[in-house]
């Protein structure tokens, strides 16, 4: 199956099932459901400084990441499948789409192995720079959080996804303070088809309605007490009260610094 294809079916899958991916390489005509976390704030400059923008040849946002090392970003594998070295560029050190940052070409894609683009197991995966990302004040790499933390609030969750299912892309990076919570809470908030989808290697928060993630906020962190918890993974597009679905961290640490090397 092309990877055109499996994004036309993962379209249909939003409209049949009401569950969305937050991101991912869409094709032009579905172009308008990449998007910005909703009901967020705007971030000032240098404070997500291991957020990262992945973006096409032509300069186009299509998912978020994060900085593990000087040589390697984590995103979610539903961004980078199918993608290559030249369609696939890292921008560092900055909170603006269209000016600041530094532009890394890629050397390496890495998408987890048991990754399941049907169901969305696994969905995680690290990009290697092809130049060596240059710390600074606007740039610095985010911790591996290596215990799985149940509940907890005051997660931060950050990204360039929609402000809204069908509202435009803003410029300026949003972020949002979310609730981290139980997986078994997590399922019983999700239909019966979708709770499936939530799997013990994940991790879920809650927003209050009109608060959460959007397409185009997929391979984003989460963040708490200052290391990254999660990966942006999917959801119920957008804002609309039900939990968001990430790849858990913890559970992916060690193949994460094994290939991050």
């Known amino acids: 199956m092309t990877s055109r294809t499996m994004n036309r079916l993962s379209v249909l899958f939003v409209l049949v099932c009401a569950a969305a991916v937050f991101g991912g390489t869409l094709s032009p005509e579905f172009y ?20 990262v923008s992945l973006r096409s040849s032509a300069n186009a946002h299509f998912c978020g990441g994060s900085i593990v090392n000087n040589r390697w970003v984590l995103s979610a594998a539903h961004c980078t499948i199918g993608r290559t070295l030249a369609n696939t560029r890292v921008i560092v050190g900055t909170h603006l789409l269209n000016s600041g940052g530094i532009a890394h070409n890629s050397a390496r894609i890495v998408n987890h192995p048991s990754y399941n683009a049907n169901t969305l197991a696994n969905d995680i995966s690290l990009v290697q720079t092809a130049s060596v990302i240059t710390f ?126």
């Open 32 to 51: 308008e459901w990449e998007g910005r976390i909703v009901g967020g704030q705007n971030a000032g400059s240098g404070q997500f400084p291991y957020q």
């Open 136 to 261: 600074n004040n606007l740039a610095q790499p985010i911790g591996m959080g290596a215990t799985f933390i149940n509940t907890a609030s005051g997660a931060l969750a950050s990204g360039w996804g929609q402000l809204g299912a069908n509202v435009g892309i803003p410029n300026n990076l949003q972020w949002l303070s979310t609730s981290i919570i139980t997986l078994a809470d997590c399922r019983n908030r999700h239909s019966v088809a979708n709770r499936a989808r939530v799997f013990d290697n994940t991790i879920c928060t809650l927003s209050p309605n009109g608060q959460g993630m959007c397409m185009g906020d997929s391979g984003g962190p989460l963040v708490h007490g200052g290391n990254q918890q999660g990966v942006v993974s999917w959801g119920i597009p957008c804002g609309l009260g039900s939990p968001d679905v990430f790849a858990r961290v913890s559970s992916h640490r060690a193949w994460i610094l094994n290939n991050a090397v």
